[in-house]
């Protein structure tokens, strides 16, 4: 009989997050460990408060300064583009009686 996998839940345990965390440092999205240390920030909870800190953890987002830069600079450069883009269909309207 076929299993409904849609009601599948995705267990999110201490080993699925720190591999998530490993992940986004070795892709470069986080920093090193030294910096940015999951393993030794789980280990300041209690056994009680665990579920709610791995919980935190797996919905933690950062985004390093050089990272925000590169995306703020490229959110600039797309908003100067579409500006001149609006500038210059409005200047073309304008230099043809209002059609385009």
């Not at 995705?10 to 460990?33: S, T």
């Not at 933690?60 to 050089?66: H, M």
Request: hydrophobic fraction near 45%; aromatic fraction near 10%.
């Amino acid at each position: 009989m076929h299993q409904d996998t849609s009601t599948e839940i995705l267990k999110v345990n201490e080993p699925f997050v720190l591999g998530k965390c490993d992940y986004f440092v070795d892709v470069q999205l986080w920093p090193l460990i030294q910096r940015l240390n999951p393993k030794r920030w789980l280990s300041n909870f209690r056994p009680a408060e665990m579920d709610h800190a791995i919980s935190l953890l797996n919905a933690f987002l950062y985004f390093d300064r050089i990272l925000m830069d590169q995306l703020l600079w490229v959110r600039s450069r797309t908003s100067v583009d579409s500006s001149v883009e609006l500038v210059n269909r409005s200047l073309a309207r304008s230099s043809n009686g209002g059609l385009l």
